[in-house]
T-cell receptor
Framework: QSALTQPASVSGSPGQSIAISCTGT?????????VSWYQHHPGNAPKLLIS???KRPSGVSSRFSGSKFGNTATLNIYGLQAEDEAAYYC??????????FGSGTKVTVL | QITLEESGPSLVKPARTLTLTCTFS??????????VGWIRQPPGEALEWLAL?????????SPSLKNRLTVTKDTSKNQVVLIMTNMDPADTATYYC???FGYGGFDSWGQGTRVTVSS
């Protein structure tokens, strides 16, 4: 069960849109649509942004959007804001009630 | 409102056993579909899923750590306990517990507890 692959860093200017990919295998992302995304500011608890690949929990900004195709899930952040500067992690269901997190992506707002 | 709080030792010697407690409120492990997971983050590294315990006492572990992990629950006390044996300096990390319901993600997290493994 290896970590899902994410780009180490993504950057963008305020107002721009960015995309963060999360690539897995046929055993996790390829088999289930149960992928979630988390925002993690240093020193804080991670925050759920997206669940079940595309569902945004109540209270999460509509600037965050999730999608999935095959073995790859994607988190889009629209209208980038300074407060979006954080680490982002995907997490996939790997069957049998086990999970695997991604390698993490550091988002920098230029 | 769901809250979770991790507690346990901040310093553990190598080869010893770590016991962490997650005390929660705002939900019950009597409720069908509810689970509590454990996740850790070593300094400068990514999040790593460790274990999950469900309302029906089903328990799941990371394949790479399952020989060292045990998770239990005390439903009446609203607590979940994680035990990790044979601690190593590589286990130095912030350990989080988190709530999950059904097929959703981990929607509420504790603030985490920092554990250092050192002699």
């Amino acid at each position: 069960q290896s970590a899902l692959t994410q780009p180490a860093s993504v950057s963008g200017s305020p107002g721009q849109s960015i995309a963060i990919s999360c690539t897995g295998t046929s055993s996790d992302l390829g088999s289930y649509d149960l992928v979630s995304w988390y925002q993690h500011h240093p020193g804080n608890a991670p925050k759920l942004l997206i669940s079940e690949a595309t569902k945004r929990p109540s209270g999460v900004s509509s600037r965050f959007s999730g999608s999935k195709f095959g073995n790859t899930a994607t988190l889009n952040i629209y209208g980038l804001q300074a407060e979006d500067e954080a680490a982002y992690y995907c997490c996939a269901y790997a069957g049998d009630n086990t999970f695997v997190f991604g390698s993490g992506t550091k988002v920098t707002v230029l | 409102q769901i809250t979770l709080e991790e507690s346990g030792p901040s310093l553990v010697k190598p080869a010893r056993t770590l016991t962490l407690t997650c005390t929660f409120s705002g939900f019950s492990l009597y409720t069908s579909g509810v689970g509590v997971g454990w996740i850790r983050q070593p300094p400068g590294e990514a999040l790593e899923w460790l274990a999950l315990i469900l309302w029906d006492d089903d328990k799941r572990y990371s394949p790479s750590l399952k020989n060292r992990l045990t998770v239990t629950k005390d439903t009446s006390k609203n607590q979940v306990v994680l035990i990790m044996t044979n601690m190593d300096p590589a286990d130095t990390a912030t350990y989080y517990c988190a709530h999950r319901f059904g097929y959703g993600g981990f929607d509420s997290w504790g603030q985490g507890t920092r554990v250092t493994v050192s002699s």
